[in-house]
Structure formats: structure tokens, C-alpha cells
């Protein structure tokens, strides 16, 4: 395999999907958007042919199908297991459309970049865990937290794919990382400024959830517990467009050979998210060099 074949692996587009439906493939992300839609679809075809019986039933399915941690019961948990994909279109619309769109955008990427099955169980841990959490928090606490949704999991995929990710940047170069953070702790500071500690304590939960899990299986800022065992790898930091020189273009030459040599013995796992992303950085200041 030549290095040309090699950066295209490491630059590639998201995995071979699961299935397709019309021609159209189907990955982890899109398989979870469907499942969304479709209970959607579900809830509003019933308040389309039943208003009656929904209007007469909702407070009973509102207590079922929702995860509240004053009134859950281990002896009927079917709220934990149902709440995120439960989507009343009257009552979100636009909301959902939006939560959709961010869910595509950050989950394909993600589940592109720690592999799909890392990303199914991500999925599963800010989906079931946190809760499970959050119910032990307000034991301690005495606080309450009522989950009807996915959004707030959507939004903390989001903020990990953002802060986490070697690709997004806005156009003047500012990785997006930066001010992604920028953007949670102002909302920390307005959430303790509202004293609106339930929202604040789930902020803190799932995204510390997320980091660790993230970190965990490398895919953050350090090396994670996969590659304990293994050297970390001393990269040369590049520098900023026009700031290079032949020394640096010679090291960087030998780093990138380095690390598709790497690719080739052991494979895409075997690299850390930081040689990833010396890889995408340096295709982009210097592409002939693959």
C-alpha cells in the first residue's frame, strides 16, 4: 500500500454504511436519525387519527415515556429506555428539525473519527448513563431532573465533535475547539446567574461523562487508556501559513512517513487523535508531500 493510498484511508469518508434504503447508505448516525423520525412520525399519526384518546392518555404517557428521577422506579424503567426517541412534532417543529441537523453534522463525523462501534456505545452512555447518574446526584442533592428528550444528549454530541475534532474551523483559522469551550463555560455562568442548578448540574454531568469517555478510548486531547501501554509519539507542532522553512518541511516529511509506515504495521487504530491530526494539519500546508 503507498503512502497515497494511506492518506486516503486516514482522510477518508465515513465508514461502509450498515444498509442502504434506496440507494441512499445508512451509517450508525443516519440508523439513530431514522429511529428518531420514525417515532416521530408514529406520535404525530396518532394525534392526527386519535387526538382524543392522546389528549385523554397523555398525562399517563407523559409519566411512562419520560425519565423523571423523583418518581423513577427500577420495577417499571421503561421512562430510561424510551424518553430520548419520544419527539411530539406539535410541540417541537423547528426544534427537532434543528436537533436533527446538528445530530447528522457532529454524529457522521464522530462516528467517522472513533469508529462505529465506539460511537454506538458514546451514543448509549450519554443516552442511559447520564440519567442513571443524574438520578444518584439528586438522591444527594435533592434536586430533580425531568429528560423528555434527546436534545440535551444531541447538544453535548455536538460540543464534543466540535472541541474534539481535528477538521472544524471557522474561516479566519480559529479552531473551533476554542471557542466551542468559550461557549459552555458562558453558559455555566448564566445557568449560575439564573441559579438554574439542575440544568447546570446535567451540563456538568454529560459533558464530564463525554470527556471521559472520549479520553478513554483516546479520541481527546491526551492519548487515553488504549494507549497507555503505548510510546507517545513527539511531534514536531507546525507552524502558522508562512512561517515554514526547508529544516521544518524535512521533519515533518519524516513524521508523516513515519506515521503511514505505522498505518501500514498495525493499522488506523493504532494512531492516537493527536497523530491524526498532525496528519489532516499537515496535508493541508504542505499536500504535496503526499
Not at 412534532?89 to 423547528?94: D, K
Not at 487508556?225 to 521544518?248: Q, T
Request: with cysteine.
Amino acid at each position: 500500500m503507498n503512502q497515497t493510498s494511506l492518506l486516503r484511508q486516514v482522510l477518508a469518508e465515513p465508514q461502509r454504511p450498515i444498509f442502504r434504503v434506496a440507494g441512499v447508505a445508512v451509517d450508525a448516525t443516519l440508523a439513530l436519525i431514522l429511529a428518531h423520525v420514525l417515532v416521530m412520525l408514529l406520535i404525530a399519526g396518532v394525534a392526527a387519527v386519535a387526538p382524543d384518546y392522546l389528549a385523554s392518555q397523555s398525562r399517563e404517557l407523559g409519566a411512562r415515556l419520560t425519565f423523571d428521577s423523583a418518581t423513577f422506579h427500577w420495577q417499571a424503567p421503561q421512562g430510561l429506555f424510551l424518553y430520548a426517541f419520544i419527539h411530539d412534532i406539535r410541540s417541537e417543529h423547528v426544534l427537532f428539525v434543528v436537533e436533527m441537523a446538528l445530530f447528522f453534522f457532529s454524529g457522521r463525523n464522530l462516528e467517522h473519527q472513533i469508529g462505529r462501534a465506539a460511537f454506538i456505545i458514546y451514543y448509549a452512555v450519554l443516552i442511559y448513563v447520564t440519567p442513571l447518574l443524574l438520578l444518584a446526584l439528586g438522591g444527594l442533592t435533592g434536586l430533580e431532573f425531568r429528560l423528555s428528550s434527546s436534545f440535551y444528549a444531541t447538544v453535548t454530541l455536538c460540543l464534543a465533535y466540535l472541541t474534539l475534532s481535528v477538521q472544524p474551523r471557522w474561516p479566519v483559522g480559529e479552531p473551533l475547539k476554542k471557542l466551542t469551550w468559550g461557549l459552555v463555560a458562558f453558559c455555566a455562568v448564566f445557568l449560575i446567574a439564573q441559579q438554574e442548578w439542575h440544568r447546570l448540574a446535567y451540563l456538568g454531568v454529560s459533558l464530564g461523562l463525554s470527556c471521559l469517555y472520549l479520553e478513554g478510548i483516546g479520541a481527546g486531547w491526551g492519548a487515553g487508556v488504549l494507549y497507555w501501554f503505548k510510546p507517545c509519539e513527539a511531534l514536531m507542532p507546525l507552524s502558522g501559513a508562512g512561517e515554514s522553512s526547508a529544516e521544518e518541511k524535512e521533519w515533518v516529511r519524516e513524521q508523516v512517513d513515519h506515521l503511514l509506515e505505522k498505518i501500514s504495521r498495525e493499522g488506523m487504530a493504532a494512531l492516537t487523535s493527536r497523530e491524526r491530526e498532525y496528519l489532516h494539519e499537515a496535508s493541508r500546508k504542505w499536500p504535496e508531500l503526499f
